[in-house]
């Protein structure tokens, strides 16, 4: 019935049998033919028919709304049927973009074939996990869980980031005094946030900062000579940026998850330990 509503539709938007013909691909024939099974299965006249026009019956003008809507279902219906038919992720994995692109790849491998990655804030993954949209994230230490189930912590190694034309031969952490912090919006991770400025502040260096949305405004603040930044991923550098070591100060993050396999999550946990 289906594709004889699609017809009847057709014809009824063209107001022409030929033309409807055409927008279809068939012959006039077959589609005069479908128009008249339909009209038949349905017990009622639903088109006047001359040469040169078509006209809709009182009873086809009541019934194409209906027939319409019952085709736009149907489309909906298989777009729905397509989603469950395409392969789902094995696993919905969720990191904080400061671990870094490799590490973020090396985690997506751990966690199994056909996973799916997502890189957000903190916050926004311990959301995302609690509506049930991931399995499995990667967070910033310390943060507010909920009933979330964690891991243990890690403390990935860091480094500052300074303008190239830094003039101290001997860099601590002191030394960067007169530059602001480049720092992801505190929202992002209010605890891991309060934490980092407590820890420079005992380290003796209690900085102003400077919001960078994420790793590439940062850096692109530091190598315009505007604010120094600390990474944890090996790879982010740029012309006019020196990376220097300022003894530890770890990225500390943990795994947090609702319920994944043991199996991945001591996979993830292990990429992990072997990062720190």
Do not use: C, Y
């Not at 938007?13 to 033919?33: D, I, K, N, V």
Request: proline residues 9%.
């Amino acid at each position: 019935m289906l594709r004889h509503l699609d017809l009847f539709v057709t014809v009824a938007e063209e107001g022409h049998f030929g033309r409807a013909a055409t927008r279809l691909g068939m012959t006039q024939p077959p589609l005069s033919q479908g128009v008249k099974r339909l009209e038949s299965e349905l017990g009622v006249v639903l088109l006047t028919r001359n040469a040169r026009v078509v006209r809709l019956t009182r009873a086809g003008a009541d019934l194409l709304p209906a027939a319409r809507a019952l085709l736009d279902d149907a489309a909906a219906l298989r777009a729905r049927a397509a989603d469950h038919a395409r392969p789902q992720p094995a696993l919905r994995l969720g990191v904080v973009p400061q671990v870094g692109a490799a590490l973020a790849a090396s985690l997506a491998a751990a966690a199994g074939p056909r996973s799916a990655l997502v890189t957000a804030p903190t916050t926004h993954l311990v959301d995302a996990l609690d509506a049930g949209q991931l399995d499995v994230a990667v967070v910033r230490h310390p943060a507010v869980l909920g009933s979330l189930t964690a891991g243990a912590v890690t403390g990935l190694p860091t480094v500052a980031l300074v303008p190239a034309s830094f003039a101290a031969t001997r860099v601590t952490l002191r030394s960067l005094t007169g530059l602001p912090l480049a720092v992801p919006p505190r929202t992002h991770a209010p605890a891991a946030h309060d934490l980092l400025l407590d820890t420079l502040v005992e380290r003796g260096w209690d900085p102003p900062t400077v919001t960078a949305a994420d790793d590439r405004a940062a850096l692109a603040l530091v190598a315009s000579g505007q604010a120094v930044a600390l990474t944890a991923d090996p790879a982010l550098s740029a012309p006019g940026v020196r990376r220097i070591d300022v003894g530890p100060l770890p990225l500390w993050v943990r795994p947090v998850w609702r319920d994944p396999a043991p199996d991945t999550l001591a996979a993830i946990t292990a990429v992990l330990r072997a990062a720190s």
